[in-house]
C-alpha cells in the first residue's frame, strides 16, 4: 500500500467516471480530495462512487491546482489521457 503523510492531498484530473480514482483508493486507502472533469454527468457518477471527494466541473487546463490544495502538498494527482478527441 502507498502512504501517504496525513496532510498530503490526491487529487484526481481528468477524473471522468472514477477507474483511476478507485485504483488510487485500493493503493492507498482514501479517495482523492479533488476529482476534476469538464464532462458533468461522468463528475455525477464519480461523485456516486466517491462520496468524500469534491467535484470539480471544469476544463482541467482551466483549473487552477494550487487554489484547489490550499497550500498543503500534493502526494499523488493523476493525469490521465484527454478524451475530448476520442
Known amino acids: 500500500m502507498l ?5 498530503e ?12 480514482s478507485l485504483g488510487m ?3 492507498t486507502g ?4 479533488h476529482a476534476i472533469n469538464h464532462w ?4 455525477g457518477i464519480h461523485a456516486l462512487n466517491h462520496t468524500e471527494t469534491e467535484h470539480h466541473v471544469t476544463d482541467v487546463w482551466l483549473a487552477k491546482p494550487r ?8 502526494g499523488l494527482a493523476w493525469f ?6 476520442f
Open 40 to 43: 458533468p454527468e461522468g463528475i
Open 67 to 74: 487554489d484547489l490544495a490550499m497550500g498543503r502538498p500534493v
Open 9 to 20: 492531498i490526491i487529487v484526481d484530473n481528468f477524473a471522468g467516471l472514477g477507474g483511476a
Open 30 to 33: 482514501r479517495s482523492p480530495e
Open 3 to 7: 502512504m501517504l503523510a496525513n496532510s
Open 80 to 85: 490521465s489521457p484527454d478524451c475530448t478527441h
Open 25 to 27: 483508493f485500493q493503493a
